[in-house]
């Protein structure tokens, strides 16, 4: 998934194009919600992460993740 470089600067191989993080945000919990098995986080690369909003956007998205699996386990 690419990430729009401004948004997260510290990924390994930035490139042009990508997501707006609402966008990811809202695809990562409908993802669980539909019963996703799990999520895993690459290219991260905390060292050129200066500002820190990359580390910032994930934890976000794990949050995302685990409000979607809480709304599917309520449904259960």
Aim: proline letters at 7%; one cysteine or more.
């Amino acid at each position: 998934m690419r990430w729009i470089t401004h948004f997260a600067p510290g990924t390994q191989y930035p490139g042009p194009g990508g997501f707006q993080p609402f966008e990811v945000m809202r695809f990562v919990r409908r993802l669980e919600m539909a019963g996703a098995a799990g999520m895993d986080v690459v290219e991260y690369a905390p060292l050129i992460d200066h500002t820190k909003n990359t580390g910032n956007m994930l934890a976000t998205l794990l949050c995302e993740y685990m409000a979607g699996k809480a709304h599917a386990m309520q449904a259960a």
